[in-house]
């Protein structure tokens, strides 16, 4: 065999063998990206703390996100709740959802609690909605959140945090 056909079929390998290298690596990186993102769900840090609150949204009764609402007004809170898809997690779990409204001077205005049930991997929106009083005060009212198994003594925390949300009242 010459140089020059050597040469040749150097010419005509390398380019077949960076392909195959490049298909390759494209495949090794396709299939890293798909298990990544299906392992990247809400993960929970514990069998003891499954649920998370991902948001807490304030609307009014036809579901337009407000921040500013006048006496009488209705108000909807609306959290959204994930339980977690780790192999610590059970199947399912009831949880309650405990609503609290509390005004610029601390005074407890609303107080209300949903229960129900979730699955493993899913997210489900728990709504309350109450109407301001018409003696209500002007000025910025607070809402916290809170998912627990049940009332207190008996309940515990399903979540590591406690989802908030402000207002205005005018």
Request: no cysteine.
């Amino acid at each position: 065999m010459s140089l020059r056909n050597t040469n040749d079929i150097a010419k005509k390998l390398i380019p077949r063998r960076i392909m195959i290298l490049s298909i390759t690596i494209l495949m090794i990186m396709v299939a890293s990206y798909s298990y990544t993102i299906t392992t990247v769900g809400f993960i929970s840090p514990s069998a003891v703390l499954p649920l998370r609150i991902n948001s807490t949204d304030i609307t009014d009764e036809s579901g337009i996100t407000k921040n500013s609402f006048k006496k009488n007004d209705f108000v909807r809170i609306s959290v959204n709740v994930e339980m977690a898809t780790a192999p610590l997690s059970s199947n399912s779990l009831s949880y309650r959802v405990i609503f609290t409204v509390i005004d610029n001077s601390s005074k407890p205005v609303y107080f209300d609690s949903v229960t129900g049930e979730i699955s493993a991997g899913v997210s489900v929106i728990v709504d309350s909605i109450f109407q301001l009083p018409s003696d209500s005060s002007i000025g910025t009212y607070s809402i916290k959140t809170f998912v627990w198994s049940d009332w207190l003594p008996n309940g515990d925390a399903l979540t590591p945090s406690v989802g908030t949300g402000y207002f205005m009242v005018s």
